[in-house]
């Protein structure tokens, strides 16, 4: 499976972006997708995720309220909208893809096998 990631930029506070992570290659009868970040000088963070089939959803706490995660099935392509971002949102942002992970695994990152390219986001105060 290959996941490439992109969408990411430079945003004020306060404003939108919308990551895209489109995924090619083998396919999976159930997996899930996830978005992670890295701060500068932090570890890896758990973001959002979401089920295939099935489309069950998840949420780390600091993105709740503020992101969300979908999918377009027709084009393999997984979303996260970010809305109200905050200058502590800057991170580098990967998608990954993880094959048969139980529902209490899906936010930690050594469960996931594929991962895609970071995409930076900088948000400015």
């Known amino acids: 499976v290959q996941l490439q990631a992109f969408g990411g930029g430079l945003v004020q506070a306060g404003g939108s972006l919308r990551l895209s992570c489109a995924a090619s290659g083998r396919t999976f009868s159930r997996y899930a997708v996830g978005w992670f970040r890295q701060r500068p000088g932090k570890e890896r963070e758990f973001v959002a995720a979401?089920?295939?089939?099935?489309?069950?959803?998840y949420y780390a706490d600091s993105a709740k309220g503020r992101f969300t995660i979908s999918r377009d099935n027709a084009k393999n392509t997984i979303y996260l909208q970010m809305n109200s971002l905050k200058p502590e949102d800057t991170a580098a942002y990967y998608c990954?893809?993880?094959?048969?992970?139980?529902?209490?695994?899906?936010?930690?990152?050594?469960?996931?096998?594929?991962w895609g390219q970071g995409t930076l986001v900088t948000v400015s105060s």
């Open positions: 979401i089920r295939w089939p099935g489309g069950t959803t």
């Open positions: 990954a893809a993880a094959v048969g992970v139980i529902n209490s695994a899906v936010g930690s990152s050594i469960n996931y096998d594929y």
